[in-house]
């Protein structure tokens, strides 16, 4: 082939990919920046609606009952509020320390034997619910005392059909791994805010949402709860919105290998997710079906962009522009590297965001692959990510 051809179509891939990965980044939020705002139709509700909270766990004795009394003890009306917590197969304790709570008949242990994973442990706690609204807790959230009733307000519009709060993430160990964590996250709830007020998010937080109770439909259990069941409820003609005042806190991962795993079976079951649910990305759902375009599916092309734009500048690299467009690339990963090299321990910016950037897309290759592949993940650990 030419050379001067070869050049051409490398500098076409180049600035393609770079052009993927800004528009990802910054041109999705600028662009939902620009669109005409769709307010919440909030309304003085009548009386307060009776809230069951959920909560799935497995091996959880160190967090299960601090979790459960934060529920128990909130800014709502202890008549309305009740828990029930779903013991997938645990062998620590986690049931006993559930059942010494029970008594007072707010809380009510089920034991899943055995062990089902998550979202089967959801459906069964759901069957089980007597709120109109479900929320959603991990069993390490922590809520804030005012966090139930704050997350059920967005119900009063009638167009509403699943909330989702902010969910910071604890980093007291001081990783690379908790500050990416972190900063992502900060991100992420960036996003949603702007797609609220467009229409609906993409994509929620998990330890601290909340459905109609009329809305929930069972899912399979190696289906992600948090992705499938709020495109259901677009399906459904209902929002989906965030709502920063409705807080939560966890502790965020310590291990790189943990956090690794984790995104990985995380983005599996988005794949698997999008692939389902593809007919959301069908010209008639309009605005939404760009979101889902964006946010999600070409979300998870960027490594490709990062493959493509490294070995195109590396073609290119004859010119000095694109040799230091080349370097600087170079810099990032050996940044990256490095921060992966000290287990994640080098806390410094200028190092844990592109090792956290990396990580991140790299779990997403690795989720690619094993979604080509037909592999499908029902069972993790959540203290060790996957």
């Known amino acids: 082939m030419p050379a001067g051809l070869i050049h051409g179509a490398s500098a076409v891939v180049f600035w393609a990919c770079v052009a993927l990965m800004m528009y990802v980044y910054v041109g999705y939020p600028l662009t939902l920046l620009a669109l005409r705002r769709r307010p919440l139709r909030l309304e003085k509700p009548t009386s307060l609606p009776r809230v069951t909270v959920v909560i799935a766990a497995y091996n959880e004795v160190e967090h299960i009952r601090e979790t459960v009394c934060n529920k128990l003890t909130q800014d709502y009306p ?43 442990a959801l ?9 109109d609204i479900v929320v959603f807790s991990d069993a390490n959230s922590w809520y804030e005392a005012d966090a139930v009733g704050r997350l059920v307000v967005p119900f009063s519009d009638p167009d509403v059909g699943y909330v989702t709060g902010q ?4 980093d007291p160990g001081r990783t690379a791994v908790g500050g990416g964590s972190g900063l992502y ?14 229409g ?24 992600q709860p948090d992705f499938v069941l709020p495109l259901r409820v677009i399906l459904a003609g209902f929002r ?23 995104r990985v079976r995380v983005s599996l079951r988005a794949l698997h997710t999008l692939w389902e649910m593809r007919r959301l990305l069908a010209p008639r759902f309009g605005l939404y079906a760009f979101q889902l375009l964006v946010h999600k599916v070409l979300r998870y092309l960027v490594f490709v962009a990062m493959a493509g734009t490294f070995a195109a500048s590396a073609l290119l ?39 956290y950037f990396c990580l991140v897309n790299l779990a997403a290759a690795a989720a690619m692959l094993r979604f080509l592949r037909g592999e499908r993940q029902v069972l993790w650990n959540p203290r060790l990510g996957g």
């Open 185 to 198: 996250m900060r991100y992420e709830s960036w996003l949603r805010r702007l797609e609220t007020h467009v």
């Open 123 to 131: 459906n069964r706690a759901v069957e089980e619910a007597r709120g």
């Open 240 to 262: 989906v919105v965030y709502w920063p005042e409705a807080a939560a806190r966890e502790t965020a991962l310590g291990r790189q290998e943990d956090e690794f795993h984790m």
């Open 317 to 355: 690299a004859g010119t000095s522009f694109y040799l230091a467009l080349f370097g600087l690339q170079a810099l990032f990963y050996g940044l990256a590297l490095l921060g992966a090299l000290s287990g994640g321990r080098i806390r410094a910016r200028v190092v844990f965001v592109p090792f």
């Open 167 to 170: 969910l910071t993430y604890e």
């Open 200 to 223: 609906s998010v993409v994509g929620v937080n998990g330890g601290i949402d909340a459905v109609r109770r009329s809305l929930y439909q069972s899912m399979r259990a190696d289906h």
């Open 78 to 120: 202890p008549e309305l509020l009740d828990v029930v917590v779903v013991s997938d197969g645990s062998e620590d304790g986690t049931d006993a320390a559930v059942s010494g709570l029970a008594a007072g008949g707010r809380v009510k242990l089920l034991r899943q034997e055995p062990r089902r994973g998550k979202t089967a």
